[in-house]
């Protein structure tokens, strides 16, 4: 009797595994500034308790999920946009990368959020919204400085060590 051969899961290369976890990265990153920001917003602005504004916001991003995408995407193209540096300056240099750019972005998330409790204090319903939808695309200056960012981290020979 002929045994068959032990089937094997296909091994997953450490390069594909290394994308997955920096833009598992970024979106974990999307999901904790995100949170804070939209939190700050609604005690600063309306004064609402934090356990409140926390339960509110998971709520809404848990129901609109079409649009907790949308707001998602300047993280994952920064991490697209920072997977050059990762391959070639290592972990810590695509760490900070990440880190920084997700500051930067939070600052537009965060005055985003402020305008939109502004907006919805003032009942300008339809403004609330257009602020909170046009948050991805206000997030393009960023992306740009982080591809610029990318180059010059990128630029010439790799630091790595082969090896």
């Known amino acids: 009797m002929a045994s068959n051969p032990p ?7 450490s390069r594909r595994l290394a994308t997955l976890a920096f833009i598992a990265a970024a979106l974990v990153l999307f999901f904790a500034v995100d949170l804070a920001a939209d939190v700050v917003a609604r005690t600063s602005v309306r004064g609402q308790a934090i356990e409140p504004a926390m339960r509110e916001h998971l709520y809404y991003a848990s129901v609109q999920l079409p649009g907790t995408a949308f707001l998602s995407l300047p993280y994952v193209g920064l991490a697209f946009i920072g997977l050059p540096v990762l391959r070639r300056r290592g972990v810590i240099a ?4 990440l880190l920084c750019g997700a500051a930067l972005l939070g600052g ?4 985003g959020y ?4 502004l907006s919805m204090l003032a009942r300008h319903w339809t403004a609330a919204a257009l602020t909170m939808g046009m948050m991805p695309i206000l997030s393009l200056p960023v992306l740009l400085l982080a591809f610029g960012v ?7 020979r790799s630091s ?3 090896g």
């Open 7 to 13: 089937i094997h899961a296909p091994a997953v290369s």
């Open 94 to 97: 695509g760490a900070l990368f």
């Open 108 to 111: 537009v998330y965060g005055f």
């Open 114 to 117: 402020q305008q939109s409790e």
């Open 150 to 156: 990318r180059l010059l981290a990128t630029w010439g």
């Open 160 to 162: 790595r060590r082969a």
